[in-house]
């Protein structure tokens, strides 16, 4: 699945009261944001329509990752 970044404006000072008492927790603050975003996808998205992304990300495996040609080239 191809991945984007996103801007959020937040307040300064919570944030990095956020990422200090993660920090202290040894908690991932990326994967946290991740796991949010999942929950929110989960809650607003219609389930057609998750059946919907995911059937087409299944459907293309080789287009995402195209297979690489070996270095040195010739028949073995």
Not at 16 to 21: D, E, F, M
Request: aromatic share 10%; proline share 4%; charged share 35%.
């Amino acid at each position: 699945m191809k991945q984007t970044t996103f801007t959020v404006k937040y307040d300064e000072e919570k944030l990095s009261a956020i990422r200090q008492y993660m920090g202290k927790r040894n908690v991932d603050f990326e994967g946290e944001l991740t796991e949010v975003m999942g929950k929110l996808y989960e809650k607003y998205v219609p389930q057609a329509v998750r059946e919907y992304i995911e059937s087409r990300e299944d459907a293309q495996p080789s287009a995402r990752r195209p297979a690489r040609l070996q270095a040195g080239g010739g028949n073995a």
